[in-house]
């Protein structure tokens, strides 16, 4: 593909912590529309490339671009680019609303208070004007969803953002994530399970300590055969 | 400065609920400042001679102690990688912490000027009003590289005894002419002793800040 049409670009990417190197040369495409969700075992690199790829972490080597643009050098490239962890990346002393607004603030959006109010409608999040703390995992975690979406991103990045959701978050995020690549944002998830890939991602890959397999098409699969291609390619990688 | 404003918001809205960070370091303060008057109390010559450095002794431990609990509030939740994502650039996310710090060490020296007015017996009158200029640029110097120093060791284990390690001699410049600022105001010295630390220490501020806003984003980013 293009890299100058992708909706996430990158290329030689390598970052480490200490010793350790956690990306050893990994590069990716993913184009408007489409998602990949990227397969791994614990410790694989997954959180880590994520965070590279949303400009929170700067890689050692290697660039990325969102819709041509480096995060890291434009600012306002990050408009572009939502997150959600299993973390909700909100300042627990303040409720879901004060979050929003405070971000909505910082994106520059002409509508944030109202925006901050449709997100919480829509992600259904009771008790909005409460501090996050107090609030329970799952309320936590539709909060983030909030958060990621508030500024309207075309790139959405999740790591295994469906811990902690009940059986309702799991389907609205499933159904927001479908909505959301139709009308052409692009999305990226990490995860170790194969039914939550098959279930958001038309293409995987595998990523095995730090380095990429190539992407292949998760059409007409079905669990068990994901289940077997992850772990085939996991031990293949591991040597 | 709309966004410089909601970012120094989201921390004072925080520690006003909790009041966590202001009565914690106002408490380690006022110790601090309780044993220093019981040893040195019975000389007053000696509480006087020493002064300067009682004030900047307990607001410099205290101040740590609250910059690092500043800092562990934007690490819980992974808090402060929300604000990483947005186009906000990375020198105004310095300037919003290192403002809301600021706000909080400057709260702190009231505190202890009070304290320490009443546990010395000191008749500081007009004097307080000019020992603000001091304190107050010596609380930028140590707000500024308080923050920086506090991203950096936020995520680490040790933070606690890590920032002071690190931030006590770095700041030192700032102490010690905030020290000679003080000391020309309670001995009542002419003006020009003070202006001449004063223009001094804001040299060391302006230096500070600056190197706070370049060094952030390596700091958060790595």
């Known amino acids: ?239 | 400065m709309r966004i410089l404003a909601a970012l120094i918001w989201k921390d004072l809205v925080t520690e006003a609920r909790t009041r966590e960070l202001v009565t914690s370091m106002s408490l380690v303060a006022f110790l601090a400042l309780v044993i220093l008057s019981l040893a040195l109390g019975a000389s007053p010559g000696l509480a006087a001679a020493a002064a300067p450095g009682i004030l900047w002794v307990a607001v410099s431990f205290a101040a740590t102690l609250g910059l690092a609990r500043s800092h562990a509030l934007e690490q819980e939740r992974q808090a402060l990688q929300g604000l990483l994502l947005t186009p906000v650039s990375r020198s105004l996310l310095y300037l919003g912490k290192f403002g809301a710090n600021l706000l909080l060490v400057l709260i702190l020296e009231c505190v202890v000027v009070a304290a320490f007015a009443v546990l010395f017996g000191y008749d500081l009158g007009r004097r307080a009003a000019w020992l603000a200029l001091p304190l107050g640029l010596g609380a930028v110097g140590f707000a500024a590289i308080g923050t920086l120093l506090g991203a950096m060791t936020s995520a680490t284990r040790l933070r606690e005894v890590l920032l002071p390690i690190l931030l006590l001699p770095v700041v030192l410049p700032a102490i010690m002419l905030s020290l000679a600022g003080i000391a020309a105001v309670l001995d009542g010295r002419a003006l020009a002793d003070l202006v001449r630390s004063a223009n001094m220490l804001a040299a060391v501020d302006v230096i500070f800040v600056v190197l706070g806003m370049w060094l952030y984003g390596y700091v958060v980013e790595e």
């Open chain 1, 1 to 239: 593909m293009d890299p100058a049409g992708a909706a996430v670009h990158a290329e030689g990417l390598w970052k480490g912590f200490g010793r350790r190197r956690v990306l050893r040369g990994l590069g990716l495409v993913v184009a408007p529309g489409q998602a990949l969700a990227i397969l791994g075992p614990n410790g694989s690199g997954k959180s880590t490339l994520l965070r590279v790829l949303a400009a929170i972490l700067r890689p050692a080597e290697g660039r990325v671009r969102i819709y041509g643009e480096d995060p890291f050098r434009v600012p306002g490239a990050r408009r572009d680019i939502g997150f959600v962890t299993h973390e909700p990346m909100l300042y627990g002393g303040l409720s879901v609303l004060e979050n929003l607004r405070l971000l909505a603030v910082l994106y520059g959006l002409a509508d944030g208070w109202a925006r901050a109010e449709e997100m919480c409608d829509r992600l259904r999040i009771a008790r909005r004007a409460e501090p996050i703390r107090g609030l329970s995992r799952g309320i936590q975690q539709r909060a983030a969803l909030a958060r990621a979406l508030l500024h309207r991103p075309r790139v959405l990045f999740l790591d295994e953002a469906f811990t902690g959701l009940d059986p309702e978050g799991v389907d609205d995020l499933a159904r927001i994530l479908r909505g959301f690549c139709r009308d052409g944002g692009a999305l990226i998830l990490t995860t170790h399970s194969p039914a939550e890939a098959l279930g958001a991602a038309g293409r995987a890959a595998v990523l095995v300590g730090g380095r990429l397999g190539p992407a292949r098409g998760l059409d007409g699969m079905q669990v068990d055969a994901v289940r077997a291609w992850y772990l085939d390619a996991a031990a293949g990688a591991m040597g």
